[in-house]
């Protein structure tokens, strides 16, 4: 089994929904995070509740979709633990519209944050987690990167995307003794839907608390058997 103890993962999105509660579930393991987003005082606020919690984190500010802020925050989460083990590219958002509504500029930021965010963050941190020669990527992508729905196009192109990269690098990684995991949840109870219009009964939604047990879950499982791809859905989807 992977041991945890002592390694360290980077949680993209970790100050916020999913990725605060994978943070939280991996620090609880004696794992050392490192939380890259963008708002600084939510980071903040994440890095004050792990530590209340007994773990060990520290808080990376980046764009995922600035080349440099990645790479610099690669750079950084290594002189700072001295090793990476675990990368989990969650950072994403959503915008729902038809596409004849949807605005080049807002396809953009869909297609940059979740496709090419996750190319960026793979790309500069993997090396680091090649160096251990065992480790794990988990790639949040989405129930949608493997369906489809009307005013999802964005989404769902930078999700299929996500998941095609993600099958890519499983087979690149496997050389180096290295996981990659792709995980699709359904509908999630989180400040992602603060921002978007959802019909949604969200009585019935998944807890971003799922998500991070199954990480958990998905990273001890025995050496010699990595997790390819698991849908995780609400047993009563809306
Ligand atoms: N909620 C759902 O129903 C659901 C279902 C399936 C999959 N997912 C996926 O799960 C992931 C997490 O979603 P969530 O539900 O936890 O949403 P959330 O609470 O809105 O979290 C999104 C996170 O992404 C970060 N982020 C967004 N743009 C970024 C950028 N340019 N650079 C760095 N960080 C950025 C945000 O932090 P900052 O704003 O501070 O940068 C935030 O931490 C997403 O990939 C989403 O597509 C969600």
């Given at each position: 089994?992977?041991?945890?103890?002592?390694?360290?993962?980077?949680?993209?999105?970790?100050?916020?929904?999913?990725?605060?509660?994978?943070?939280?579930?991996?620090?609880?393991?004696?794992?050392?995070?490192?939380?890259?987003?963008?708002?600084?005082?939510?980071?903040?606020?994440?890095?004050?509740?792990?530590?209340?919690?007994?773990?060990?984190?520290?808080?990376?500010?980046?764009?995922?979709?600035?080349?440099?802020?990645?790479?610099?925050?690669?750079?950084?989460?290594?002189?700072?633990?001295?090793?990476?083990?675990?990368?989990?590219?969650?950072?994403?958002?959503?915008?729902?519209?038809?596409?004849?509504?949807?605005?080049?500029?807002?396809?953009?930021?869909?297609?940059?944050?979740?496709?090419?965010?996750?190319?960026?963050c793979t790309r500069y941190l993997l090396p680091y987690i090649y160096e251990n020669k065992s480790g794990h990527v988990i790639n949040i992508t989405s129930l949608w990167a493997k369906e489809n729905c009307a005013t999802c196009s964005a989404y769902t192109a930078a999700k299929h995307g996500q998941k095609?990269?993600?099958?890519?690098?499983r087979e690149e990684a496997r050389k180096h003794n290295v996981k990659v995991t792709n995980i699709m949840p359904g509908t999630v109870d989180s400040p992602f839907f603060s921002k978007v219009k959802w019909n949604h009964d969200f009585s019935r939604a998944l807890q971003p608390e799922d998500v991070a047990k199954l990480v958990i879950d998905v990273l001890q499982f025995p050496e010699r058997a990595v997790v390819e791809d698991v849908v995780l859905q609400a047993i009563h989807p809306a």
């Open positions: 089994m992977f041991k945890m103890e002592g390694k360290v993962a980077v949680v993209t999105g970790g100050n916020s929904g999913i990725g605060l509660s994978i943070a939280r579930s991996l620090a609880r393991q004696n794992v050392k995070v490192a939380m890259v987003a963008r708002r600084r005082k939510k980071l903040e606020e994440a890095k004050a509740l792990l530590e209340s919690e007994g773990g060990e984190a520290e808080i990376f500010t980046a764009d995922i979709t600035s080349e440099d802020d990645v790479r610099q925050m690669a750079e950084d989460v290594y002189r700072r633990f001295g090793r990476v083990d675990i990368l989990i590219n969650n950072a994403g958002l959503g915008i729902f519209k038809n596409v004849e509504e949807l605005e080049s500029r807002e396809w953009k930021n869909v297609i940059d944050v979740i496709l090419t965010g996750t190319f960026y095609g990269f993600t099958e890519s690098v």
